[in-house]
């Protein structure tokens, strides 16, 4: 399958038994859902997941164990848990308003480490937000998923 009319892509990734993909394109403000074929790699049946809020752009996510997933909202300084039907189901507010990137982490895989940013803020921005840029980790009562890794060979250009 070839996409087309994507402006920013973003917030690639799987739900737990591997049969779903999620995908946001950010200008859009939609997170996007397919299902996949795990021996082939195809994907069908495209949902519209979630559609973000005016000034909120969702970046970067990771499914949980349960199978929810966590998005960061660019420009609204907020993680979003969402339920496997696309709804919300909690928030974190970030004390950054560019968040870009969520990941699990930790010995539980129950941290989240969020990324934020401080690109194009101004001045008057960056006063109000001292942490834009920083790195946020949160204790959760959730825990994450390892992320798979690459097993197969990197063809040569």
């Known amino acids: 399958m070839h996409l087309s009319g994507i402006a920013i892509s973003n917030s690639l990734c799987f739900s737990p038994d591997g049969r779903q993909l999620y995908f946001a394109d950010s200008p859009h403000r939609l997170i996007l859902r397919y299902d996949l074929d795990p021996g082939t790699g195809a994907l069908s049946n495209r949902q519209v997941f979630a559609r973000t809020p005016a000034g909120a752009y969702p970046d970067g996510s990771q499914v949980d164990a349960q199978g929810y997933l966590w ?3 660019w420009g609204a300084g907020r993680i979003v ?3 496997p039907d696309g709804s919300i189901s909690g928030a974190i507010e ?3 308003s560019q968040v870009s990137c ?3 982490g930790g010995r539980q895989l ?3 480490f969020v990324t934020s940013a401080r690109v194009d803020l101004t001045p ?7 942490n834009a840029g920083d790195l946020f980790i949160y204790r ?5 998923l390892a ?11």
């Open 110 to 112: 129950d941290l989240l």
């Open 124 to 130: 008057t921005q960056l006063a109000s937000e001292p």
């Open 81 to 83: 848990r969402y339920a």
């Open 94 to 96: 970030v004390p950054a």
């Open 147 to 157: 992320d798979a890794r690459f097993s197969g060979t990197v063809p040569t250009l």
């Open 102 to 104: 969520v990941a699990f």
């Open 71 to 73: 998005n960061a909202h």
């Open 140 to 144: 959760l009562d959730v825990k994450g």
